[in-house]
């Protein structure tokens, strides 16, 4: 699966990625990209990664599905480079993981970031509707929000 996008405004002819599963080498880069985009950085392991890879095999995005001990499933770890947003990237990424998983699917977000996810089936969940991992990052993030003075709009969702 991959994108090709040339009929973009006000850039180059043309854009085209691949996608990838990603190999014990890639373990840094998927870090560094993670680190980057300043999201989670926890239960990063590499077999479970899918990666976009531009047309010179350099890793452009990435994202994988991770397992929770309580049983759920979550949608995670989905970033891009960012001078390859906008351009499909993390579209492709999220429906690639999508198809091979059935069955629901959780994810965290910002807020701002929750119509992104409503497009793939993505439905906010209160608290209470939580299954217990996700409940356990709400209420740490409510706990940090409480103590500063940036506070982050979290979102849980389902599929």
């Given at each position: 699966?991959g994108?090709?996008?040339?009929?973009?405004?006000?850039?180059p002819?043309?854009?085209s990625?691949?996608?990838?599963?990603?190999?014990?080498?890639?373990?840094?880069?998927?870090?560094q990209?993670?680190?980057?985009?300043?999201?989670n950085?926890?239960?990063?392991?590499?077999?479970?990664f899918?990666?976009?890879?531009?047309?010179?095999g350099?890793?452009?995005?990435?994202?994988?599905?991770?397992?929770?001990?309580?049983?759920?499933?979550e949608?995670?770890?989905?970033?891009?480079l960012?001078?390859?947003r906008?351009?499909?990237v993390?579209?492709?990424?999220?429906?690639?993981l999508?198809?091979?998983?059935s069955?629901?699917?959780?994810?965290?977000?910002?807020?701002?970031?929750?119509?992104?996810?409503?497009?793939?089936?993505?439905?906010?969940?209160?608290?209470i509707?939580m299954?217990?991992?996700?409940?356990?990052?709400s209420?740490?993030?409510?706990?940090?929000?409480?103590?500063t003075?940036?506070?982050?709009?979290?979102?849980?969702?389902?599929?």
């Amino acid at each position: 699966m991959g994108g090709k996008l040339s009929d973009m405004e006000n850039s180059p002819s043309s854009y085209s990625f691949t996608l990838r599963p990603a190999s014990s080498s890639d373990a840094k880069t998927i870090r560094q990209i993670i680190s980057l985009v300043h999201i989670n950085p926890t239960g990063l392991d590499w077999r479970r990664f899918i990666l976009a890879v531009d047309s010179n095999g350099q890793i452009i995005g990435c994202g994988q599905v991770k397992p929770h001990a309580d049983g759920t499933l979550e949608l995670a770890s989905i970033a891009v480079l960012p001078e390859w947003r906008g351009r499909g990237v993390a579209r492709n990424v999220i429906e690639h993981l999508l198809t091979r998983f059935s069955g629901p699917i959780y994810l965290t977000c910002r807020s701002e970031l929750g119509q992104l996810y409503q497009k793939f089936g993505f439905e906010v969940v209160e608290l209470i509707d939580m299954p217990p991992y996700f409940k356990r990052i709400s209420r740490f993030v409510n706990l940090i929000n409480r103590l500063t003075r940036r506070p982050v709009a979290l979102l849980v969702m389902k599929r």
